[in-house]
């Protein structure tokens, strides 16, 4: 493993519509490469304490993963799971539209980053 190559820490604000407050999370992505199955996962942690909630917005405490597996075809399986307390009172319509949509916008993002010439090429020390 190389210095900087498996952890990612990022914070991120999800916009949600008036009366309700924006919710904000600072994640953790811990990268993990198995040589032997091919397979990347990656481990996500909400670190709620890492900085200081910002005015005006909730701070969301969960966890989740990706795994990502190569295939025999040369395309990848990729299963993404994530648990989220949105706290603060949020009515479950507005939790279900973040469930149904977050996923799938998720991956046409990753379709078109994977498919950008920007990032073709590109290699991390953790995986060999």
């Not at 519509?17 to 924006?22: E, H, K, Q």
């Not at 996923?103 to 060999?128: A, C, D, H, L, S």
């Amino acid at each position: 493993m190389q210095a900087g190559d498996t952890i990612q820490i990022y914070w991120a604000e999800a916009s949600v519509p008036y009366p309700f407050s924006n919710r904000d999370g600072v994640y953790r992505n811990t990268f993990r490469w198995d040589r032997q199955s091919g397979q990347l996962k990656v481990d996500i942690n909400l670190l709620p304490d890492y900085i200081g909630v910002k005015e005006n917005l909730v701070r969301v405490k969960g966890n989740g993963d990706w795994l990502v597996k190569t295939m025999t075809n040369g395309r990848l399986e990729i299963t993404f799971r994530m648990e989220v307390d949105p706290g603060g009172g949020i009515p479950a319509w507005l939790v279900n539209t973040f469930i149904e949509d977050t996923p799938y916008v998720t991956m046409v993002n990753i379709r078109e980053m994977i498919n950008n010439t920007k990032y073709q090429g590109k290699r991390f020390g953790f995986i060999r």
